[in-house]
């Protein structure tokens, strides 16, 4: 059937049957992102089965998210690569606007790799991150940077004869070098756009980013990759200034016990320069990825964006590293250790029964509260202002607060304030559970 959509309806859930774009016919939702609604759906021409993202209806209304999800479709038209999602129709429904790409079957990175998961094996880190890398050498070529790569946004996609490839999704913050109205904009209102943990330091900045900002965020991932945590550590301010200012902990001396390579733990930290110029373009990490010897204790120096041998960066403040037989970083006086388990979480306003018993489920005990409790260990702050989620940072304990999906304003105003995540409307159990306890791993609660 066809129909004819009103945008004022509710469009999260399209019926089995819609058909979109007078070929693809929906079968049933599959998820949600910060730009639309994506289902499965039947090509009829064909007979094969799609992915079709829907721009979600409060998005719909805004003519700056029309014009992003449209550069969204163009710009993933453009780049054709196996380690890309192929996208194969992009046009209007109703008032709303679709995408329609493969469907890819498999988990993401995130699911995979995290801080409560051991480290991948380093020739598997390697494979997934020259995978990525090869991507980036087509993006650069058509003049396009993600800006956003963290583990959520990669594809470990399983192919029907069992091998598996990595593919690189979600290019809603991704941006045509050549659109220069749109560079110069977000320069001049120092937007930051991406995801603090893998965030480069001129993004950090709020400065125009170039495709060595992919670079640096691929480091962030391979480090992440071999040894189960990220660069850098700390609420989101702390967070940026570290990416900025900070030098990463080599991974051998951070975990020696993992007998990672000189020459991959080289590569990473050249990768990690903080000044784009000082950093391997894609296409020398991709190369070195591919003949690294893991085997091999000899360091390589670092790679310049041409290839080229070059020294280690000058020496900086480099974080503590972790114990490895503890997994914990050492804290700095004055502070405590990351609670585990029964962690407290101080909620601003009514507590609701069913997300109570979902949080306790993950070890977290929730109970409303009027303001600023400094005996939680984390706030949960929905539908805060800017200026409560910063008092609440103050105190030095973790805070998330919440955002309608796609609304970046919100997000990146959140972020600055000092929340240390940021979980999308409706809320659901599972997603603030999984953020709380992320955040209260990464940063420790300051004694009162």
Request: proline share 6%.
């Amino acid at each position: 059937m066809t129909i004819d959509l009103d945008i004022e309806r509710e469009m999260n859930d399209l019926p089995r049957g819609t058909l979109v774009g007078d070929r693809f016919e929906i079968l049933e939702r599959i998820g949600e992102g910060g730009m639309g609604t994506v289902y499965t759906a039947t090509q009829r021409d064909l007979g094969r089965r799609v992915a079709v993202k829907v721009i979600l209806p409060e998005l719909a209304r805004r003519p700056g998210a029309r014009k992003r999800f449209t550069r969204e479709a163009r710009v993933a038209s453009a780049l054709r690569h196996p380690n890309a999602v192929e996208v194969y129709d992009f046009g209007e429904l109703g008032d709303t606007l679709y995408l329609a790409m493969e469907l890819l079957s498999g988990v993401t990175l995130r699911q995979v790799v995290d801080e409560d998961k051991p480290p991948l094996r380093p020739e598997q880190a390697v494979s997934y991150a020259s995978q990525i890398a090869d991507v980036l050498v087509a993006a650069q070529s058509i003049g396009l940077v993600h800006r956003d790569l963290k583990p959520e946004n990669i594809i470990l996609d399983r192919r029907a004869d069992g091998s598996e490839r990595v593919v690189v999704v979600d290019f809603g913050l991704a941006f045509v070098q050549e659109g220069q109205e749109d560079i110069a904009r977000l320069t001049r209102e120092g937007v930051v756009t991406g995801t603090p943990d893998y965030m480069s330091p001129e993004q950090a900045r709020g400065v125009e980013v170039t495709p060595s900002s992919d670079v640096y965020s691929l480091g962030c991932l391979l480090y992440e990759m071999l040894c189960s945590r990220v660069p850098f550590f700390g609420n989101p301010t702390v967070l940026l200034s570290r990416h900025i200012f900070v030098a990463p902990t080599p991974l051998r001396e951070l975990r020696p016990d993992l007998g990672i390579s000189g020459a991959l733990d080289d590569l990473v930290i050249a990768m990690l320069a903080k000044s784009p110029s000082d950093r391997p373009d894609a296409r020398a990490v991709r190369d070195a990825l591919r003949r690294v010897d893991l085997s091999r204790p000899e360091r390589l120096g670092g790679l310049a964006s041409d290839g080229q041998a070059v020294g280690r960066a000058a020496r900086m403040l480099s974080e503590a590293p972790r114990d490895p037989a503890s997994g914990t970083t050492s804290q700095p006086a004055g502070s405590s250790p990351v609670p585990a388990l029964a962690a407290s979480v101080a909620i601003l306003g009514a507590v609701d029964e069913a997300l109570r018993l979902e949080l306790a489920t993950n070890g977290l005990e929730a109970y409303a509260a009027s303001g600023a409790d400094t005996d939680a260990d984390a706030f949960f702050a929905p539908e805060a202002t800017l200026e409560t989620v910063a008092e609440l940072a103050r105190h030095g304990r973790p805070v998330i607060s919440d955002a309608a999906a796609g609304d970046i304003v919100r997000l990146t105003g959140l972020l600055r304030a000092g929340a240390a995540d940021v979980v999308s409307r409706p809320i659901k159990g599972a997603d603030l559970a999984r953020k709380l306890l992320r955040a209260l791993r990464r940063t420790a609660p300051l004694a009162p």
